[in-house]
C-alpha cells in the first residue's frame, strides 16, 4: 500500500522521484522507484519523513488507499502525535508527573487543534470527574498547553494544576486572581455542591503548581 500511496502523492504534487530521493538523502532515485514498485518498502525513519513532507499521518501513509479515499470523495486530514495522560493518572498520579516524555501517545487531526496542532507543549487527557461539568462532561478529551507563562493567565481561564494538600494533588479548575485579598481562586463549574473553591493565600502559593492551561476540549452531544 505504501508503494502505490507514494506514487499518487508524488504524481499529486508534481515532484519527481530524484526529488523525493535527494529529500531523504538518497544515492538514487532508484531507491524511490523500488518502494513505488514495492520491490522494497521504505525504513519507518524515511516513512515519517515521507508523512511529513505530504503532511499526512504515517498510519494512512501506510494502511489507507488514499487514491480510492479521493475518489470517493473522502477528505484525508494530517494528524500529529502528542503525550497521552491515561485517565489513572489524571485521578491522582499526576502530581508527581515532571515530565510526559515517557507517557503513551494518541493521533489528532491537526484540524482539531488549530493554531496549536503539532505543538510540543500540548498534552491530551482525559477528564475523571464532575467537577467542570457544566462546560466539560466526565469523559471527555482535553488539549492542554503546558509550559506557558503564568503571566499570561487571564481570570476565567480553565486549568490543570496541583495543589500540595488537596485531594489527589491534582485539580481542573476555572483560575481566577483576586488581587484586593491577595489569593488565587481555583473554582468548580459543576452540578455537583460537592465541588466548593480551593482557595490559596499569597502566603501559600508554593502550593500551587499550573501544569497548564486547556486551550481546546471535545463535547459528545
Known sequence: MIGKNLRYLRLKKGLSQEYIAKYLGKKS????????????VPSLKDSNALAKLFEISIDDLISIDLKSCENDNQVIYSASSYPFVPEWIAAGFLKNVKSFTALPTIDIPDILLSTYAKSKDIVIMKINGDSMNKIIPNGSYIAVKTNIDVLSISNGD???????????????????KDDTNNRIILRPNSTNPIHTDIIISSAESQRLYIIGKVVAYNVLL
Do not use: L
Not at 31 to 40: A, C, G, I, L, N
Not at 158 to 176: P, R
Open 158 to 176: 480553565i486549568v490543570v494544576a496541583n495543589v500540595e494538600g488537596a485531594d489527589n494533588g491534582c485539580t481542573f479548575k476555572h483560575i481566577y
Open 29 to 40: 532515485f532508484t531507491t524511490v522507484q523500488k518502494w513505488e514498485s514495492d520491490v522494497t
